[in-house]
């Protein structure tokens, strides 16, 4: 016999048995004839390391796409990476300032060797950490978005979009992040409420002593102010129109104006005109033909526009600039306040609104395909609620801005000569153009727009360009649509919508069928993760500390469909231990001497057939629950039966009382084992390919990674429910025990009222061989008569267990009391529902009949504790 270690040790097992799988090449897919079943990973920034959400959405995947590789399946999960345009150049700015070398002395083209050189050093960290956890992707279709495949698509789209129409250049309000130095979408931006201060600034009236009082929580920006603007219905400011106030501290004379985005209950009811640095009032710049005067520098420093704190810092002005209103008599009062303040995603700078020329997706253009495919089910959102977020968004859609100013990314494909733009391809098509509308012109005339585009808009082609969808139409019509999209709710708009929006533009079909996505994960105080609270653990640490399967586990016991994860460590504590109980279930079984002379005992044929039968029923919900992405559901009821039925019901009832085993028990009990790996090993890959290679004694030459799954098959509910009555009334021996200071080795006999019930489970070979063996009892029989004893009901039969107790009867008459008012409860709780006809008429018939039975059983149950009320007073 193996000598196996005393706990299960990971650290022997994960490498070997990961390198093993890679070498059969398990991982590796190309088109055949099967039915294909295809994930593309939402890629990881190239800056990335693991932390816990890239564990939960990883292992997801990585769930369904073990199933889908074990029903034979063309199981395709393709991995990459994302260049992450702001995240991935502040790494290298940053790089470089430590070694003393400035971007802004730097060419485009050394400061991308730069970059490439980072990326090449650091960009594959996450998928290698990635293996650790088990992710049984194909590694050699590893994919990079700026990879020459990818760029080609990107490259490619924006000039079919160009062509047309669908994509434009304008000169619009933008959000501007001036750490990155660049634009953001709508998406990239996150509001918060943040606590500010509210100033109330005087601006005299031209020609009067009078003052109008304006409030503000950005003085910093009053130098760009061009007008003052009331509501037309306020009287307070009616006298007003058509004069001019004066800029405090600047001087410039700006006009007083009428329109009605003014909210005359905020502040004073005048408002201030910025068209430069306020979306709002850049709309009521143009109504009224307003300057437009920029006082910050792309830094967020104030420039020569602004006249006064030039190249200052606009928070450090913010207070400079309070301070000297107030000195000049300006401030008219200060009051703390609460605003709704935007930062980047990516550098948490307060974003500024500015006006700036850039490119845009006429997103009208393409939205009206993948809203409708979404609310038809078309593309199944899991879980549902999901939808109504994406409706909102798509039908308030606004046109995406997708130029960046940056250097590492997928540079613009447009050249400019004077005022004239051509789009193309390559920098020789673009002069071919050119040269249409001006013959002479030579290649060093044109101009590359120095922008490159949005990492979203690489990202919004995933599911095709990682096909090479443009240009292999094998792979692409074979691999697209894919299967599911693991991803966080977060980024439904930033990805998922225009995912679908390109699918259906450039392949008129969906890119995937499903869409699951996973919640946030959060500790068990419900905070978010986070590195400033110190509440998110290594995840690398993690698995060294507890296997990837312990943590596997972890993590998707306590994922709801769709709701957000709390995380606890004795989760994944609890996922080792279940590694261990499984390892000792092996190191159990494989200890058994067996005896070629002994014949299966009808006890552990019949512990076979329902153990058996449960499984079938076991497997039936999984399939379900999977089929719904209900996998942490799936896992509870897998990690159930095995710690219950199978190690502490099943193996307690055939372990041999005389030290060997039949050869038919030893075959059965292996058997059993290896349908718990195979139906387990999507969750817990490792210690499920450790134990079946034992199980099968290492002469094996098909793996568990590649066992098929089980298919759903019809059950015997009967069988089942039978031997689990046997497995409750040996609950209630032991229980009455444990209550009353009986030994349990202590053999007592056990009468059962005979009933047509009763009689069917003495009739099932085995069955009250189990029950006499796991209660120890002396013997066990049906009467129709009642005895002395202790009674217990077991659904609805009455039990004896033949004792005589020496105590208060009262305590008896209590608790069969305290009995009797729950079942009458529970009856009445049923009858309540089976009264009701919407039930009655619209539940399935088998759940309306299985509350018949429980009416029934419950009924049954009261006039046995009743008679056995009227037994204890009548003594």
């Not at 430069?276 to 920029?294: C, F, P, S, T, W």
Request: proline share 4%; hydrophobic share 40%.
């Amino acid at each position: 016999m193996i000598e196996r270690s005393a706990k299960y040790t990971p650290a022997d097992v994960e490498e070997k048995w990961y390198n093993h799988w890679l070498g059969k090449k398990y991982f590796a897919s190309v088109p055949d004839d099967r039915e294909p079943f295809t994930i593309v990973i939402p890629p990881p920034n190239v800056t990335g390391v693991l932390h816990m959400g890239h564990m939960l959405n990883n292992t997801i995947q990585d769930i369904l796409i073990r199933k889908a590789r074990q029903e034979g399946k063309n199981a395709c999960w393709v991995p990459g990476t994302d260049h992450a345009s702001i995240a991935t150049e502040a790494k290298v700015v940053k790089m470089l300032r430590e070694k003393g070398i400035r971007k802004a002395d730097l060419t485009r083209e050394e400061f991308l060797k730069y970059a490439w050189q980072w990326k090449e050093e650091y960009g594959g960290i996450i998928l290698s950490q990635l293996q650790k956890l088990g992710a049984s992707c194909d590694w050699d279709r590893t994919a990079f978005t700026m990879d020459e495949v990818r760029s080609d698509a990107v490259i490619k789209v924006f000039v079919d979009m160009y062509q047309k129409g669908k994509l434009y250049r304008g000169k619009r309000m933008v959000n501007w992040d001036p750490e990155a130095k660049t634009v953001l979408s709508n998406e990239e931006v996150l509001y918060n409420n943040e606590n500010s201060q509210l100033f109330h600034v005087k601006y005299q009236i031209d020609g009067s002593d009078e003052f109008l009082i304006i409030a503000t929580t950005r003085p910093e920006t009053i130098p760009g102010d061009t007008a003052v603007a009331v509501h037309p219905e306020d009287e307070r400011y009616a006298h007003l129109i058509g004069k001019n106030v004066i800029v405090p501290i600047i001087g410039r004379k700006i006009p007083v104006i009428m329109d009605d985005y003014v909210d005359k209950e905020f502040g004073t009811g005048a408002l201030k005109v910025t068209p430069a640095h306020d979306m709002n009032d850049y709309e009521i710049g143009k109504r009224h033909q307003l300057e437009v005067v920029d006082v910050f520098n792309d830094d967020g420093t104030m420039s020569a526009e602004a006249n006064i704190y030039i190249g200052e810092d606009r928070f450090v002005v913010r207070k400079k600039f309070a301070k000297d209103l107030d000195a000049a008599g300006f401030i008219h009062k200060t009051e703390n306040y609460q605003n709704n303040v935007g930062r980047s995603e990516r550098t948490n700078a307060v974003v500024e609104p500015r006006l700036s020329l850039q490119w845009y997706v006429d997103m009208q253009s393409i939205v009206k395909p993948a809203l409708e495919n979404v609310m038809n089910d078309t593309v199944s959102f899991f879980p549902k609620n999901q939808k109504n977020v994406y409706r909102h968004w798509m039908e308030n859609i606004r046109d995406w801005c997708i130029s960046r100013q940056l250097w590492w990314g997928h540079r613009i494909p447009a050249w400019y000569y004077g005022e004239d733009v051509f789009v193309a391809e390559t920098e020789k098509e673009a002069l071919a153009q050119a040269r249409e509308k001006y013959p002479q012109i030579a290649l060093t005339d044109l101009r590359q727009d120095e922008d490159v585009l949005d990492t979203w808009f690489s990202s919004w082609l995933w599911p095709i360009s990682v096909f090479d969808g443009f240009r292999n139409k094998k792979e692409i019509d074979y691999y697209y649509p894919t299967s599911v999209l693991v991803t966080g709710w977060d980024i439904i708009f930033l990805w998922v919508a225009r995912m679908i929006m390109a699918g259906y533009e450039w392949k008129n079909e969906k890119p995937f069928h499903d869409v699951y996505f996973t919640g946030m994960v959060r500790d068990k105080m419900r905070r978010k993760m986070s590195k400033s609270l110190g509440n998110s653990p290594d995840a690398l640490q993690l698995i060294a500390d507890y296997g990837a399967d312990g943590v596997r586990f972890g993590m998707m016991s306590c994922s709801p469909a769709g709701g957000d994860l709390l995380f606890d460590e004795k989760l994944v504590e609890q996922g080792r231990n279940f590694c261990n109980k499984m390892w000792n279930a092996l190191k159990l079984v494989e200890g058994w001497t067996v005896n070629d002379s002994k014949s299966i005992s009808e006890a552990d044929q019949l512990a076979f057939e329902w153990l058996s039968e449960k499984h079938k029923e076991l497997v039936e919900e999984v399939v379900k629950n999977m089929a719904e992405y209900r996998l942490s559901e799936a896992l509870i009821s897998i990690y159930s039966f095995v710690w219950t039925d199978f190690c502490s019901w099943y193996l307690e009832i055939v372990k041999p009382q005389d030290g060997t085993i039949s050869k038919q028990t030893k075959e059965n009990t292996v058997t059993l084992f290896k349908n718990i790996c195979t139906l387990l090993h999507p969750y817990m890959p490792f210690i499920t390919e450790e134990l079946w290679h034992a199980l099968h004694e290492d002469k094996v030459e098909t793996d568990c990674i590649v066992s098929p799954f089980p298919k759903v098959e019809s059950f015997d509910k009967d069988l089942i429910a039978k031997v689990e009555q046997a497995k409750d009334i040996i609950s209630m021996v032991r229980d009455s025990r444990n209550k009353h200071g009986i030994r349990m080795r202590e053999e007592i006999p056990l009468h059962i009222i005979e009933t047509d019930r009763s009689k069917a489970l003495f009739e099932l070979s085995g069955w009250s061989d189990i029950v006499q063996k796991m209660a120890f009892l002396s013997s066990m029989d049906t009467t129709k008569e009642d005895k002395e004893g202790l009674v217990f009901i077991s659904g609805t039969e009455k039990c004896i267990l033949g004792i005589t107790l020496q105590e208060d009867s009262s305590e008896m008459v209590e608790e069969i009391i305290k009995e009797l008012e729950y079942q009458k409860g529970f009856v009445a709780s049923v009858l309540k529902k089976l009264e009701n006809e919407r039930f009655v008429s619209g539940a399935p018939a088998e759940v309306v009949e299985r509350e018949k039975a429980k009416l029934a059983d419950g009924n049954e149950r009261i006039k046995i504790l009743e008679e056995q009320l009227k037994q204890f007073k009548n003594k």
